[in-house]
């Protein structure tokens, strides 16, 4: 399980993690070792979860990733890789999101790899020799000494840090909370539009009274890949 705090807005970080065309901006660096460096067609709809969004990629791929209101990112068999290893191979994820503050924002994660035998014994030997705190705390350290211009991402040689430095500069960077009024969002960005959309939808609702659609999670396999 994995916890880290960032200091920008709620919304900040959802708008990022519904973003699933920055791996090839944000993540240039980290992902191309993973075989991750294409970007896909997207197309996003409301689902009784939250939102279902399909990317396809030039390759073929197609990934089915699941947002469930108001919180929940989660996302199957994906490649991974551990950067320091070498070892590549396929993982689940599920992540929330909770606000802490209007300027802070806490992420909880939990990982699950498709590992077995010795491998997995070396992964979880790895694991145990890591401390969450200092990473968290590392990650942090080198993410505000990039934004105050000391330090470029390319110059983070630390890998083990390197993929949530650049989340952190993404996310952080646009200030703690975010202006949307003068944003033109293209074709790319459908999926954060789609959850703007039900995001005002709901809160509007709330504000007038109105009754709130009750989000469901089904009890059908919520992803595919092919």
């Known amino acids: 399980m994995r916890t880290w705090v960032r200091s920008c807005n709620y919304f900040n970080g959802l708008d990022h993690r519904v973003d699933y065309v920055n791996v090839e901006f944000t993540h240039r660096r980290s992902a191309a070792p993973r075989g991750v460096y294409s970007i896909p ?16 990629y030039p390759d073929g791929v197609v990934r089915i990733i699941q947002f469930g209101m108001p919180n929940v990112h989660h996302q199957l068999k994906l490649i991974d890789s551990d950067l320091e290893s070498g070892w590549t191979g396929g993982r689940d994820s599920i992540q929330w999101r909770v606000p802490v503050d209007d300027e802070h924002t806490v ?33 942090n350290e080198v993410g505000q000494a990039i934004l105050r211009g000391e330090l470029r991402v390319d110059e983070v040689d630390d890998r083990s840090v390197l993929f949530n430095v650049q989340d952190y500069v993404s996310q952080v960077g646009l200030g703690e909370i975010l202006d949307i009024e003068n944003q033109h969002l293209g074709r790319e960005d459908v999926p954060t539009i789609m959850l703007r959309r039900i995001f005002a939808r709901e809160l509007r609702a709330l504000a007038e009274g109105r009754p ?3 989000w469901t999670r089904p009890a059908d396999p919520l992803y595919l890949e092919s």
């Open 107 to 139: 992420s909880h994660g939990v990982t699950l790899m498709f590992l077995k035998g010795q491998e997995a014994e070396d992964y979880r030997a790895r694991q145990a020799s890591r401390n969450p705190i200092e990473a968290n705390r590392r990650v």
């Open 41 to 56: 067609s997207l197309q996003a709809v409301e689902s009784e979860w939250g939102m279902t969004t399909t990317a396809l």
């Open 212 to 214: 709130l659609k009750q």
